[in-house]
């Protein structure tokens, strides 16, 4: 693929920065010193200056496809002379049930019914309704609490900051967040499991923590409890081995339903189309965004066993089941770029590609464990985080950031957080951009203090 047409791109020092408030950014020490893409193709992100970086983290974990895949732009470009926007209240339209029909034919065997949203905050906001709907249709709306962990993000809406367990972003709304959330222990045991390759083995009894909030609350008040299969944006933090098998079972014995947040993990992040296949491990209801639409136009989507619909589908007929969607739910351009990505999944293979790479890509990150500072290294699937010490009385910025912003400047765009590197390449990696990764990290760790 050729790099993209540079003509009319302006450089940084062109560009009027002052009236875009970025989300989940420093804007002021960013402004300052700012990092600006302006192309992308396949492997690779381009700067206004024409370098070339390889990108390490899909974008936000979700460039699954990799970029400028024609077949997406044909795809989005059809549709938007076809029909732009089309109501999905009390109104159909051919592209989101085509496109419902076939996302029901990757997922594991009985997810069969698809709630649309346009994010993965609004996915899990969306999951955690119908959990309440479900309780509630089923003569149990006194199961209301809703269970998280710490250390887990389940995006920004005021239901996933919540039941997530990331400090900064619930410490600046706390008084707002919904009631009747605990957490469970997040399962980050650098201790016992420092350098684990895969799933690390200690730490399958924090799942039983879920067994004292039970004692504590009462099982029969807890609606749903929900996780992230891996922990992603709290720096990949793997499930120990048996983990997620026993939040099932201690979820089954009362009647908990179990939300698996596949934001991250869903559409081949871990070498299996979905985390509850590569784990073994069957959620009842589970969230995705990001890779559904290769990241390129905003959408998300909850699916759920069909018991979980079919048991709102009781009231009578002319009854709205639930209570809930959105504008954009199913828009048709979304889902028209959906199409064409699982298009290209299905013939690239790529819901699964991650397995055959998996190995090479441990082994890649796992020699990296000598380098300065470096307190643990984690993979699975096709994700890896490098974590690092942090600097003395816990000095800002973190290794973590001077990393990320070294290795950009050197050709390779990772994401960081707190005291980690997370990764997350395109799922079409080569051995090549393996190793160009892994040795721009080596060199750029060797000059951090
Ligand atoms: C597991 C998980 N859930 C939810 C979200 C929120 O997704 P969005 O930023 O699309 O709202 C994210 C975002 O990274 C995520 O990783």
Same mark, same amino acid.
């Given at each position: 693929?050729?790099?993209?047409?540079?003509?009319?791109?302006?450089?940084? @020092?062109?560009?009027?920065?002052?009236?875009?408030?970025?989300?989940?950014?420093?804007?002021?020490?960013?402004?300052?010193?700012?990092?600006?893409?302006? =192309?992308?193709?396949?492997?690779?992100?381009?700067?206004?200056?024409?370098?070339?970086?390889?990108?390490?983290?899909?974008?936000?974990?979700?460039?699954?496809?990799?970029?400028?895949?024609?077949?997406? !732009?044909?795809? #989005?470009?059809?549709?938007?002379?076809?029909?732009?926007?089309?109501? *999905? +209240?009390?109104?159909?339209?051919?592209? $989101?049930?085509? +496109?419902?029909?076939?996302?029901?034919?990757?997922?594991?065997?009985?997810?069969?019914?698809?709630? +649309?949203?346009?994010?993965?905050?609004?996915?899990?906001?969306?999951?955690?309704?119908?959990?309440?709907?479900?309780?509630?249709?089923?003569?149990?709306?006194?199961?209301?609490?809703?269970?998280?962990?710490?250390?887990?993000?389940? =995006?920004?809406?005021? =239901?996933?900051?919540?039941?997530?367990?990331?400090? @900064?972003?619930?410490?600046?709304?706390?008084?707002? &967040?919904?009631?009747?959330?605990?957490? &469970?222990?997040?399962?980050?045991?650098?201790?016992?499991?420092?350098?684990?390759?895969?799933?690390?083995?200690?730490?399958?009894?924090?799942?039983?923590?879920?067994?004292?909030?039970?004692?504590?609350?009462?099982?029969?008040?807890?609606?749903?409890?929900?996780?992230?299969?891996? $922990?992603?944006?709290?720096?990949?933090?793997?499930?120990?081995?048996?983990?997620?098998?026993?939040?099932?079972?201690?979820?089954?014995?009362?009647?908990?339903?179990?939300?698996?947040?596949?934001?991250?993990?869903?559409? *081949?992040?871990?070498?299996?189309?979905?985390?509850?296949?590569?784990?073994? !491990?069957?959620?009842?209801?589970?969230?995705?965004?990001?890779?559904?639409?290769? *990241?390129?136009?905003?959408?998300?989507? !909850?699916?759920?066993?069909?018991?979980?619909?079919?048991?709102?589908?009781?009231?009578?007929?002319?009854?709205?089941? &639930?209570?809930?969607?959105? %504008?954009? @739910? *199913?828009?048709?351009?979304?889902?028209?770029?959906?199409?064409?990505?699982?298009?290209?999944?299905?013939?690239?293979?790529?819901? %699964?590609?991650?397995?055959?790479?998996?190995?090479?890509?441990?082994?890649?990150?796992?020699?990296?464990?000598?380098?300065?500072? !470096?307190?643990?290294?984690?993979?699975?699937?096709?994700?890896?985080?490098?974590?690092?010490?942090?600097?003395?009385?816990?000095?800002?910025?973190?290794?973590?950031?001077?990393?990320? #912003?070294? %290795?950009?400047?050197?050709?390779?765009?990772?994401?960081?957080?707190?005291?980690?590197?997370?990764?997350?390449?395109?799922?079409?990696?080569?051995?090549?951009?393996?190793?160009?990764?892994?040795?721009?990290?080596?060199?750029?760790?060797?000059?951090? $203090?």
């Amino acid at each position: 693929m050729n790099a993209p047409d540079r003509a009319g791109i302006r450089q940084a @020092s062109e560009i009027d920065m002052s009236s875009w408030w970025m989300p989940f950014t420093a804007n002021r020490q960013f402004k300052a010193s700012p990092r600006i893409i302006s =192309g992308a193709r396949g492997m690779y992100y381009y700067t206004p200056d024409g370098r070339e970086v390889v990108d390490a983290s899909a974008g936000l974990w979700c460039v699954n496809a990799g970029h400028a895949r024609q077949e997406i !732009v044909d795809a #989005v470009t059809a549709q938007l002379g076809t029909l732009d926007y089309a109501p *999905g +209240f009390n109104m159909g339209h051919p592209v $989101a049930f085509e +496109f419902a029909s076939k996302l029901v034919e990757v997922t594991p065997p009985g997810f069969d019914k698809v709630f +649309f949203t346009n994010s993965g905050s609004e996915s899990v906001d969306t999951a955690l309704k119908i959990a309440l709907a479900y309780h509630r249709a089923r003569g149990e709306g006194h199961r209301t609490r809703l269970i998280g962990r710490e250390r887990g993000y389940h =995006g920004v809406g005021f =239901g996933g900051m919540a039941v997530g367990g990331i400090v @900064s972003n619930r410490r600046m709304f706390a008084n707002s &967040l919904i009631p009747n959330c605990d957490h &469970l222990p997040h399962t980050h045991d650098l201790a016992r499991n420092a350098f684990s390759r895969g799933q690390p083995e200690h730490g399958v009894e924090f799942a039983d923590e879920l067994e004292r909030l039970v004692a504590l609350h009462g099982g029969d008040t807890i609606a749903a409890v929900i996780v992230e299969p891996v $922990a992603g944006s709290a720096g990949v933090l793997v499930p120990p081995k048996g983990y997620l098998q026993r939040l099932r079972s201690i979820c089954d014995k009362h009647g908990i339903l179990l939300v698996f947040d596949e934001v991250i993990t869903g559409f *081949g992040r871990l070498g299996a189309p979905f985390a509850s296949q590569y784990f073994g !491990v069957e959620p009842d209801l589970f969230t995705t965004a990001k890779g559904i639409t290769n *990241g390129v136009v905003p959408l998300g989507a !909850v699916f759920m066993k069909g018991a979980i619909h079919d048991a709102l589908m009781t009231g009578p007929e002319p009854m709205i089941e &639930l209570f809930h969607g959105y %504008t954009y @739910s *199913g828009h048709p351009v979304a889902c028209a770029a959906g199409l064409a990505t699982l298009e290209i999944y299905g013939r690239e293979k790529l819901l %699964t590609r991650g397995a055959g790479l998996e190995q090479e890509w441990a082994d890649a990150l796992h020699s990296l464990r000598d380098c300065p500072n !470096v307190v643990d290294v984690r993979n699975l699937g096709i994700m890896g985080a490098i974590e690092l010490a942090p600097k003395a009385g816990g000095a800002q910025p973190s290794r973590a950031y001077e990393a990320m #912003v070294g %290795t950009f400047e050197a050709g390779v765009l990772m994401r960081y957080t707190g005291d980690t590197l997370a990764l997350s390449p395109p799922l079409i990696l080569e051995r090549e951009h393996i190793d160009r990764i892994v040795e721009t990290i080596r060199k750029v760790l060797a000059g951090i $203090a």
